[in-house]
């Protein structure tokens, strides 16, 4: 259950950065609001996580899903770079994520 909530903190993470992305600066209400909501849920979700799970791993996880989601967000969606290098550093974040979900400390 642990990991289920850990991987959804780190969907939701994807969500409240591409939300602030759209806020523009905290100007545009709606996004701004879906922002703070969804990064409140998403270190909500994550406390939860942290009670069965050590901090280094959950929260290199954590990081990881967010971070590797917003990439390829603003690569799909965002128009921005998809070079081989960044596509390959994003494949090595990738490989962290699975690697420390494959040992489970």
Do not use: C, D
Not at 29 to 56: C, E, I, Q
Not at 87 to 104: C, D, E, R, W
Request: charged fraction near 10%; aromatic fraction near 8%.
């Amino acid at each position: 259950m642990a990991w289920l909530m850990l991987f959804g903190a780190g969907l939701l993470e994807i969500v409240w950065a591409i939300a602030l992305k759209q806020s523009a600066g905290f100007t545009r209400p709606w996004p701004t609001a879906l922002g703070v909501t969804t990064a409140a849920a998403s270190f909500a979700m994550l406390t939860v996580a942290l009670k069965s799970l050590p901090v280094g791993t959950a929260y290199a996880v954590w990081v990881g899903v967010g971070a590797l989601g917003v990439a390829v967000t603003g690569i799909a969606v965002l128009n921005e770079s998809h070079s081989p290098a960044r596509l390959t550093f994003l494949a090595l974040i990738l490989t962290g994520v699975i690697g420390l979900k494959a040992i489970g400390e």
